[in-house]
Nanobody, 117 residues
Framework: QVQPVESGGDFAQAGGSLTLSCVPS????????MAWYRQGLGKERELVAR???????NYADSVKGRFTISRPSGANTVFLQMNSLKPEDTAVYFC???????????WGQGTQVTVSS
């Protein structure tokens, strides 16, 4: 079964940038919408950004204008470019199928992003 493998998380200062990557543990994600989610300590997992198979994107209000989700054509990787980072962006970031698709992949380990003020 496909499981997303996230990477790229790190420590960053407020105002800095990070780029997260997500690849499948095996095979391909397939022609489905994908998304990035995050879960802060003691908080529920929330949707950060999504990209449809058409390439259309949507973002949570909290990251709009700062984060960019992409999935280059022909590439089996989903990226999240994060700019102007804020301490409130600190969380474990996960990728998976977008909400509304028929099922989720088994969740991966995620990648930790920590932003200091």
């Amino acid at each position: 079964q496909v499981q997303p493998v996230e990477s790229g998380g790190d420590f960053a200062q407020a105002g800095g940038s990070l780029t997260l990557s997500c690849v499948p543990s095996r095979g391909m994600f397939g022609p489905v919408g994908m998304a990035w989610y995050r879960q802060g300590l003691g908080k529920e997992r929330e949707l950060v950004a999504r990209i449809a198979n058409t390439g259309a994107t949507n973002y949570a209000d909290s990251v709009k204008g700062r984060f960019t989700i992409s999935r280059p054509s022909g590439a089996n990787t989903v990226f999240l470019q994060m700019n102007s980072l804020k301490p409130e962006d600190t969380a474990v970031y996960f990728c998976n199928r977008a909400p509304g698709t028929s099922y989720f992949f088994t969740w991966g380990q995620g990648t930790q992003v920590t932003v200091s003020s």
